[in-house]
């Protein structure tokens, strides 16, 4: 059953899903690896994590041949069987609510459902039989009729059109698909297109329910209502579910066809379809089109920014039928050395002395517009993991407000030190130095950075602090490491916040001569720190 085959990955990966709850995984794990002295304290699911990574293909090795966006135009034209992955990046420019703003769904439903003790509660399907009410007001907000397809849906309908669409697999659930007109599509996490009684299975049209999810009313099965649990639940793949058997036969037949791999806004952290890459044959081209990179995936050619803003510059570029999709007319420019900083003002030095208490970086804990949106990423998607809204209280403590409790004259001269010039352009400079390098592009441009990446206007992509200026602040170590593959984690902005506020204290204790006033302050620091996390990793 697990062969280490690519062929077979996807298989093996459904059957372990539907016999996990009935399996001893120990004794697969005896056949799968008789030499092997399992520890008596591992879990179920851990043993289970062990199987699912033995069943997974080897990672693809990049083609050296495909490297360009010409490459890619040539591609598009060549190609006969397109497989095309989207993820939520696809329908952010719609207007679908996201999870992850301060006023994203989620937010507003932790305020109404204070029991609901997280997001993938929601789409829980144990959770969702004790309370279905969260689940239908999210409905609400993103049940179809209410949107229009993004310029990504409408270039995959015209690849579908001109029949080079092999299939569009896709993890949204919003139908926005069907609304552009694709024909062949698989939606691995089901839609709100049909929706289906918990009891007697009896399937129905989505505008069967409409009424009632628009009136906040929970809807019941025409044809077993006297039964408690008898609620039209719409066909979303919830956890605890199976995916819909359609697409493991569209991906048995399709692995083999594929000649050219595409996907557009998703992280692929999601299994089985994060599986689909590496399961391919590995000479298949494959390019990805996404906010940020996936240091986990191996693909061809990355076209990283806004996917609008860059399958407009393909249609460009491929002309005839994909001309009138172009939503901007002005044809980018190529350039292949990065742009210099931007001219960001550093801290008022002259308001520092009339404002002793001022934090360093007022700003840290406003996250910039890039940081906000979610595109690109599994934001708005329903395995999503926002984090609650952090309270005022808990938020990173100030360098002032940490040494209120120390001796008056000790809190005094640390305040002194922080507000030095010279800190907080230290500090000044450690954020700037997380700034997109997408930031710096003039409009009209994207940048090539050879063998293979291309950076468009909304891209997450950072500069490492090995070729430019970097701040003295010791926290950049950490940020530069992980910036050196130019990735930024699925963040959202209460995490960016939280992140330039630990930068800014981490800053300011390393650059600030050790004291006992200092180390009152450090311990107050670590603990907001810890809070601060905290609320990141929710």
């Not at 172009?326 to 520092?352: G, H, Y």
């Not at 670590?526 to 905290?534: A, F, L, V």
């Amino acid at each position: 059953v697990f062969g280490s085959s690519a062929a077979s990955s996807i298989g093996s990966y459904s059957l372990i899903h539907q016999h996990i709850r009935e399996t001893d995984p120990r004794a697969i794990l005896r056949d799968l690896l008789p030499e092997t002295i399992l520890p008596p304290d591992l879990d179920d699911m851990t043993l289970w994590q062990i199987i699912i990574n033995i069943s997974e293909p080897p990672k693809r090795k990049k083609r050296k041949d495909v490297n360009t966006v010409e490459d890619v135009v040539r591609l598009l034209h060549e190609s006969k069987r397109i497989m095309v992955l989207t993820g939520a990046g696809v329908s952010v420019s719609c207007g679908i609510p996201d999870f992850r703003s301060r006023d994203g769904i989620y937010a507003r439903l932790a305020v109404d459902f204070p029991d609901l003790p997280d997001p993938q509660s929601m789409f829980d399907i144990e959770y969702f039989r004790r309370d279905p009410r969260p689940f239908f007001k999210f409905a609400k907000e993103i049940f179809p009729g209410q949107f229009q397809p993004s310029p990504c849906h409408r270039f995959i309908a015209m690849l579908d059109k001109q029949e080079k669409l092999l299939r569009n697999y896709t993890q949204n659930i919003d139908t926005l698909e069907q609304v552009a007109g694709v024909q062949k599509i698989i939606q691995c996490h089901g839609s709100f297109a049909t929706a289906s009684c918990l009891v007697c299975k009896h399937k129905v049209d989505c505008e069967a329910i409409r009424e009632d999810i628009f009136n906040q009313v929970v809807p019941r099965c025409p044809r077993c209502s006297d039964i408690p649990l008898a609620i039209m639940k719409p066909d979303i793949v919830f956890f605890g579910e199976n995916l819909p058997e359609m697409f493991h036969r569209a991906m048995k037949q399709d692995k083999d066809e594929v000649d050219l791999l595409i996907v557009i806004g998703s992280s692929l952290k999601v299994r089985p379809v994060a599986l689909i890459p590496n399961s391919i044959p590995h000479e298949v081209p494959q390019v990805l089109i996404n906010r940020e990179p996936l240091p986990h995936l191996n693909f061809d050619v990355e076209l990283l920014g806004d996917c609008d803003g860059i399958v407009n510059e393909l249609c460009h570029r491929l002309g005839g039928d994909f001309e009138p999709l172009c939503f901007n007319s002005l044809r980018l420019a190529e350039i292949t050395e990065k742009p210099p900083r931007l001219p960001e003002r550093p801290p008022n030095e002259t308001s520092s002395d009339a404002e002793p208490n001022a934090r360093p970086t007022d700003t840290a804990d406003q996250p910039s517009e890039e940081a906000e949106s979610p595109q690109g990423t599994d934001a708005a998607q329903r395995n999503a993991t926002p984090p609650e809204p952090r309270p005022e209280k808990e938020t990173a403590e100030s360098p002032e407000q940490a040494v209120e409790d120390t001796p008056t004259e000790e809190a005094d001269a640390f305040k002194s030190q922080v507000s030095t010039p010279e800190v907080r352009k230290r500090c000044w400079m450690s954020r700037i130095n997380r700034s997109p390098i997408s930031k710096r592009l003039e409009a009209g441009q994207y940048l090539f950075q050879a063998p293979n990446r291309y950076i468009f206007h909304g891209a997450e992509v950072y500069s490492d602090s090995d070729d430019e200026t970097s701040s003295s602040c010791g926290s950049d170590s950490e940020d530069s490491e992980g910036s050196v593959d130019g990735v930024e984690d699925d963040s959202d902005a209460e995490e960016d916040g939280a992140e330039a506020a630990a930068d800014e204290e981490a800053c300011l204790r390393d650059t600030l001569p050790h004291s006992p006033a200092n180390e009152t302050a450090d311990v107050q620091i670590n603990r907001s720190s810890e809070q601060t996390e905290g609320f990141a990793q929710i």
